[in-house]
């Protein structure tokens, strides 16, 4: 089992960049999958997360109407858009899979355990003033 994120890197303020997390070993039809960050002296947030059937989204609000995830099953692979990127956006960005409800799912994030049930590496994403 394994979750690759990538697509990190060094982007001015105002600047997009698309990450990417592909998935091996399993099926991504069945998990939801999210997207969490954590800088420098800071505990791990929840960003974004998507439903296994791709009808349900969870974004932050830090990241509302800049961000958007989306996935595409076929190719194993979830995305996550980042747009009018700020400095307080930086932060290595990780991707997971969770199993189960939505709402458990939710509730995970929400009450900052993250339970989730696979992790992948992270990616950089600076973004620079």
């Known amino acids: 089992v394994q979750l690759q994120a990538s697509g990190g890197g060094l982007v001015q303020a105002g600047g997009s960049l698309r990450l990417s997390c592909t998935v091996s070993g399993f099926t991504l039809d069945y998990y939801a999958i999210g997207w969490f960050r954590q800088a420098p002296g800071k505990e791990r947030e929840g960003v974004s997360c998507i439903s296994s059937s791709g009808y349900n989204t969870y974004y932050a609000d830090s990241v509302k109407g800049r961000f958007t995830i989306s996935r595409d099953n076929a190719e194993n692979t979830v995305y996550l858009q980042m747009n009018s990127l700020k400095p307080e956006d930086t932060a290595v960005y990780y991707c997971?899979?969770?199993?189960?409800?939505?709402?458990?799912?939710?509730?995970?994030?929400?009450?900052?355990?993250?339970?989730?049930?696979?992790w992948g590496k992270g990616t950089l994403v600076t973004v620079s003033s």
């Open positions: 997971a899979a969770r199993t189960g409800s939505w709402a458990n799912t939710i509730a995970t994030i929400l009450s900052r355990v993250y339970a989730m049930n696979y």
